[in-house]
């Protein structure tokens, strides 16, 4: 059997043998209970082997409102998934649940990755990969399923990426997923740190972007019904050892 290695080396986001990447998001209510938490799945999960080679990883991220955990899961199939929930979940579930009691566990999200991009720098030239020190997750709703709304809004965000006139240097990378019931995108980027981000948001335009006319087409797309914002940091990675 494969033992369970816990690293501090953040996912590849891009991994083409992720077939089935899903986000779910954990209440806990506190800092405290947020470190509890990450400690309590690590052990959960170190304490048993690695449950399936369908599996490539699996990261806990803690949010910047000091209250949630962003999961994020890198499967090859749904199918692998949902043989481990019939056999392994249960019991991880239970042990978390009773070294923490009261996690609310607020759904869900399958995707499936659709495009990545870096910033220009990492575009022009080999240079070092940047640790991030932020990850960014921006969370798009659409007014109904519409899978072909979903991936011309991806490519509407990246042509106005790729014609952004101050790209602020912070960014690293952008991840973009899209859900399997067509009504969502999310959005896992990288940045260097929360601060850089927090200036790129204070800057002229309305999110990231300067305010041109290919931002203004992003954010008032038909259809459009939301957009919310999380920043978090990368607090646990499991990996098969």
């Given at each position: 059997?494969?033992?369970?290695?816990?690293?501090?080396?953040?996912?590849?986001?891009?991994?083409?043998?992720?077939?089935?990447?899903?986000?779910?998001?954990?209440?806990?209510?506190?800092p405290l209970r947020q470190r509890q938490s990450v400690e309590a799945i690590a052990g959960a999960w170190e304490r048993r082997p690695w449950p399936a080679d369908d599996l490539l990883g699996y990261h806990v991220h803690t949010g910047h409102d000091?209250?949630?955990?962003?999961?994020?899961?890198?499967?090859?199939?749904?199918?692998?998934?949902?043989?481990?929930?019939?056999?392994?979940?249960?019991?991880?579930?239970?042990?978390?649940?009773?070294?923490?009691?009261?996690?609310?566990?607020?759904?869900?999200?399958?995707?499936?990755?659709?495009?990545?991009?870096?910033?220009?720098?990492?575009?022009?030239?080999?240079?070092p990969r940047r640790v991030p020190g932020c990850i960014v997750i921006v969370d798009v709703e659409f007014e109904g399923p519409d899978p072909d709304r979903q991936r011309a809004w991806v490519d509407a965000v990246f042509e106005a990426l790729e014609?952004?006139?101050?790209?602020?240097?912070?960014?690293?990378?952008?991840?973009?997923?899209?859900?399997?019931?067509?009504?969502?995108?999310?959005?896992?980027?990288?940045?260097?740190?929360?601060?850089?981000?927090?200036?790129?948001?204070?800057?002229?335009?309305?999110?990231?972007?300067?305010?041109?006319?290919?931002?203004?087409?992003?954010?008032?797309?038909?259809?459009?019904?939301?957009?919310?914002?999380?920043?978090?940091?990368?607090?646990?990675?499991?990996?098969?050892?």
């Amino acid at each position: 059997m494969t033992a369970t290695h816990r690293t501090d080396s953040h996912p590849d986001l891009a991994d083409p043998r992720v077939g089935a990447p899903f986000f779910s998001t954990w209440r806990v209510g506190t800092p405290l209970r947020q470190r509890q938490s990450v400690e309590a799945i690590a052990g959960a999960w170190e304490r048993r082997p690695w449950p399936a080679d369908d599996l490539l990883g699996y990261h806990v991220h803690t949010g910047h409102d000091a209250s949630t955990l962003l999961h994020y899961s890198q499967w090859t199939s749904e199918s692998a998934y949902e043989t481990f929930v019939k056999s392994h979940r249960q019991e991880r579930v239970d042990e978390i649940d009773t070294a923490v009691p009261g996690i609310e566990r607020l759904g869900l999200g399958r995707y499936r990755h659709y495009r990545s991009g870096g910033t220009p720098a990492d575009r022009n030239g080999p240079v070092p990969r940047r640790v991030p020190g932020c990850i960014v997750i921006v969370d798009v709703e659409f007014e109904g399923p519409d899978p072909d709304r979903q991936r011309a809004w991806v490519d509407a965000v990246f042509e106005a990426l790729e014609n952004e006139p101050a790209p602020h240097p912070g960014g690293i990378s952008a991840h973009f997923h899209l859900s399997t019931d067509g009504t969502r995108v999310l959005n896992y980027a990288e940045w260097d740190s929360a601060r850089s981000h927090l200036e790129a948001l204070a800057a002229s335009g309305d999110g990231i972007g300067s305010a041109t006319a290919l931002w203004e087409r992003v954010q008032t797309w038909p259809g459009l019904k939301s957009s919310t914002v999380g920043r978090y940091d990368h607090a646990l990675g499991l990996v098969p050892a």
